[in-house]
């Protein structure tokens, strides 16, 4: 699976971002899709993850409640809407694909990246 995340930026606290991730080369219902982000001198942590259906989501403690993973199938594409954002959100968002869902949320065996797209956000 190839993946390309798109639609960082920078915004102020307190705004929202939508970020997008365009998946090919494999059948994309097979997969679980999650974003990462790391941010400088940080290590790489998950975020949120989706499952094949878009029924079943999980999200890391600290984005819950203001960021919303989706997946339309139909076209291929994964989607982060990042709302109250904090300047500790401030870091290189990823997108990833696995079978697992499980391996998703605890960033183990993910075995898709794609490149990274910035988000900064000013306090």
């Known amino acids: 699976v190839q993946l390309q995340a798109s639609g960082g930026g920078l915004v102020q606290a307190g705004g929202s971002l939508r970020l997008s991730c365009a998946a090919s080369g494999r059948t994309f219902t097979n997969y679980a899709l999650g974003w990462f982000r790391q941010a400088p001198g940080k290590e790489r942590e998950f975020v949120a993850a989706i499952n094949w259906s878009g029924g079943t989501t999980d999200y890391a403690d600290s984005v819950k409640g203001r960021f919303i993973a989706s997946r339309d199938n139909a076209k291929n594409m994964v989607y982060l809407q990042m709302n109250s954002l904090k300047p500790e959100d401030t870091a290189v968002y990823y997108c990833?694909?696995?079978?697992?869902?499980?391996?998703?949320?605890?960033?183990?065996?993910?075995?898709?990246w794609g490149k990274g797209t910035q988000v900064t956000i000013s306090s």
């Open positions: 990833a694909a696995d079978s697992s869902l499980r391996n998703l949320g605890r960033n183990v065996g993910v075995v898709y």
